[in-house]
Every structure is written in C-alpha cells, then in structure tokens.
C-alpha cells in the first residue's frame, strides 16, 4: 500500500548513543589534560556507572523529521539499544513506527510528537514510557536526532562502504522542497543502488536508508530496518579507530555536529563511561531482534497487521492474538 507520509529517517541508534556520544568521553578526558595517547588506556573502569534494570541499560534512539520538514517531531526511526554489561554484548531492537500503543490510542512514532505537544521537554518521557508498555523494556537513556546529523557524520569520516545486497531502485524518492509541486511527478526522483560494494558519501547514504517504494522486499520498512543497521555497522566501525579518536580536529568537528543536531537525556559525565562500552562492546557482534509481521529465523512471526476499522482506519501492527505478554516475552528471550 502506497502511503502519502514522506519517510525520513533519521537513524544512527548504536553510532550516536554508544559511539558518538562515547567519543565526547575521549574529549572530556583530554580536556582534563590527559595526553591523547592515554586516552585509550581509561577504559579499564568507568568513570560514573549508569543506570542499569537486571543488568541490562537500554538506550532508544528517535530519529525526527526535524525543521522544516512537515511534521518535524514524528519519530521516522525507533531503535532500542540493549547492553548487557555481564556479558558485554549488545542488541539492537528495531521498532516499526506502526506499531499500536493501548495507552495513547495512537501508533508508537506519535509518542515523542504529543508529548512536546502537551510540553516542551515531555517527548522524551512519553517515547520511553510507550516503549516500556509495548516491549516491557525500561529506558534508562534517550537520544533524539534529526536527519542532518546522520548526513554530516557520515561526510566527515570520508563516506561509508556498504555491500548492497540485493539491489533495487525507487523511482519514488521525495525530493526535499517539492513535496507540493505541480504535476505530482516532479515531487520525485529516481534512486538505484547496483548490487555489490557501494561507497557512499553522506547524502546517498541518507537515500540508502530512507528509500521505501522500491518494488518488492525491498520497499518494506523491514528492509530499511536491514539498511539501517548495516549503516550503523559501517559508521561504527568508522568512528572507533585511535586514527580517528586522536585526531583532536575531526573529533571537534563530530562534537560540533553532535550539538547542533541533538537531544538527550544523558548527563555529560557518563559519556566516558558510554565510550568505555561502545570498546567493551567492539568484540563482540551486535544481535538484531526483528519486529515484524514475517517469520524470523525460528519461523516465529510476533506481529500482524489487524483490520484497519478496529483501530480508527489506520494501518497498524500488534502482537499475534493482540497478547502484548508474548511479545514481551519474545525480546526477553532473545536479549544477549
């Protein structure tokens, strides 16, 4: 089904909680007059503990349209980070911005928009509280970022390589500033990405993973889910090198990007502590759990798409047989 709402995602999830933010901890350790080439030696404790539920901190990340575009609060991309700090592994949790949330009556991506509706400051709260009532998952931290992040963070480390597999083209990609030009054809472009290894520089990338009308697989918003995290992968990879750590211009620069396009919940002190996971973690593969209304790997399929009368004629998602324990019992079971 066609849908009229311009996707635009604004990802990043593990790149800018634990990575990103981490290297604010290198920052903050050099501004305290310790030598760059010790900076890698701190990691050896944290700084300040976080806040942990079980032995697990889960940050979410909310990718927003941001100014300027219609809608800028809507959350296009909902990540759930999870940190196992016993085993050092972490996890990604995708959220489909479709998916129904009882309390509000309304689909999970509206959550961070009617809270700073009702008061500025209070999207944060009601994104984390929504999630807890769907996924049974505590939030401890918070980050919101707007596209324009991604973008510059990507052309600051030189591009990114990503293995395109399968290709696809959409000759529906939105142009930006002409979502109400006349005729209807000239809103659009098309974008194909060529199977194989594709080096991206900062803009191509935010296509990559914001394309949703190709043909097929890939023009579900699984996919982009799928492309998301490869990019997040490609960045990370990107960001914690010591090249990059101790080069004290580039770093300035990602700090200067970083406060220009984000909102957290995160007290500065425990950015050291955050790039001490982000290391913790470099060791180990990061688990994705897939929410969606296909089979996983185990032939289990969690959510379904319900009749559209029964929730105000809107295309939403919920757990099979509408019983939310099961699905919070299914991300319990697969947490690293």
């Known amino acids: 089904m066609f849908k009229k709402n311009i996707s635009i995602v604004a990802l990043i999830v593990f790149l800018i909680i634990v990575t990103v933010l981490g290297v604010k901890g290198?920052?903050?350790?050099?501004?305290?007059?310790?030598?760059p080439i010790d900076l890698l030696g701190f990691f050896g404790s944290p700084v300040q503990p976080v806040e942990s539920t079980n032995g697990y901190t889960n940050f979410l990340l909310l990718g927003i349209r941001g100014e300027g575009s219609e809608s800028p609060n809507l959350s296009d991309s909902m990540i759930v980070f999870s940190f196992n700090h016993d085993t050092q592994k972490a996890t990604i949790i995708s959220i489909p911005r479709d998916l129904w949330v009882p309390s509000l009556k309304a689909k999970i991506n509206t959550a961070y928009y009617y809270g700073e509706e009702s008061s500025p400051g209070a999207g944060i709260k009601l994104a984390q509280a929504s999630v807890f009532e769907d996924l049974g998952l505590p939030i401890h931290y918070t980050a919101v970022v707007n596209f324009s992040l991604f973008r510059q963070a990507v052309d600051l480390v030189g591009g990114i390589d990503i293995n395109v597999n399968p290709g696809f083209t959409d000759s529906l990609f939105p142009i930006p500033g002409k979502e109400n030009a006349i005729p209807e054809s000239s809103r659009y472009e098309t974008i194909t990405f060529l199977p194989g290894m594709?080096?991206?520089?900062?803009?191509?990338?935010?296509?990559?993973?914001?394309?949703?009308?190709?043909?097929?697989?890939?023009?579900?918003?699984?996919?982009?889910?799928?492309?998301?995290?490869?990019?997040?992968?490609?960045?990370?990879?990107?960001?914690?090198?010591?090249a990059f750590l101790l080069d004290k211009q580039k770093v300035s620069l990602l700090l200067e990007i970083i406060n220009n396009n984000l909102k957290t919940n995160i007290a500065e002190n425990l950015y050291p502590t955050l790039a001490k996971m982000a290391l913790d973690s470099q060791s180990n593969s990061?688990?994705?759990?897939?929410?969606?209304?296909?089979?996983?790997?185990?032939?289990?399929?969690?959510?379904?798409?319900?009749?559209?009368?029964?929730?105000?004629?809107?295309?939403?998602?919920?757990?099979?047989?509408?019983?939310?324990?099961?699905?919070?019992l299914y991300i319990k079971n697969k947490l690293q």
């Open 26 to 35: 290198y920052w903050f350790l050099e501004s305290h007059n310790v030598k």
């Open 198 to 242: 594709n080096h991206l520089d900062g803009e191509t990338a935010l296509k990559f993973v914001r394309s949703r009308h190709s043909v097929g697989e890939e023009g579900t918003d699984f996919a982009r889910s799928r492309r998301q995290q490869q990019v997040i992968s490609a960045l990370r990879e990107k960001f914690m090198t010591p």
């Open 286 to 328: 990061i688990v994705s759990i897939p929410l969606s209304d296909r089979p996983d790997s185990d032939g289990i399929t969690i959510l379904y798409n319900p009749p559209t009368y029964q929730y105000f004629n809107e295309w939403v998602l919920v757990p099979k047989d509408n019983n939310w324990n099961t699905l919070k």
